[in-house]
Nanobody, 127 residues
Framework: QVQLVESGGGLVQAGGSLRLSCVVSGRTFSTYAMGWFRQAPGKQREFVALISRSGDSTDYADSVKGRFTISRDNAKNTVYLQMNNLKPEDTAVYYC????????????????????WGQGTQVTVSS
């Protein structure tokens, strides 16, 4: 079965950095788009970033653009989220997700575009 395992979360001060990793098994990783989402307490899960199958195309939520970078290593079945200049409002549980086999590009900024999710990793940014 498909499994996604995130790691790299933790507690960091505002202005600091973290790098999240997500290892995928059970699917041919290089043939699927990947995304990161986050959910803060009391809020709905929201889109953070996505990356195309080959890694040559990325997209970001406006709130993280210029601070976060998504990348992938298809040889390691891993997608990364480098988070710099973290702010307290970035505090959330971060989830990686693998795209559906057949998906419209417009869906990839929504949960609709993904069919398997990791368990999440907590990121806490203190002020």
């Amino acid at each position: 079965q498909v499994q996604l395992v995130e790691s790299g979360g933790g507690l960091v001060q505002a202005g600091g950095s973290l790098r999240l990793s997500c290892v995928v098994s059970g699917r041919t990783f290089s043939t699927y788009a990947m995304g990161w989402f986050r959910q803060a307490p009391g809020k709905q899960r929201e889109f953070v970033a996505l990356i195309s199958r080959s890694g040559d195309s990325t997209d970001y939520a406006d709130s993280v653009k210029g601070r976060f970078t998504i990348s992938r290593d298809n040889a390691k079945n891993t997608v990364y989220l480098q988070m710099n200049n973290l702010k307290p409002e970035d505090t959330a549980v971060y989830y990686c997700a693998i795209g559906r086999a057949v998906v419209r590009s417009s869906w990839l900024r929504q949960e609709l575009g993904y069919d398997h999710w990791g368990q999440g990793t907590q990121v806490t940014v203190s002020s």
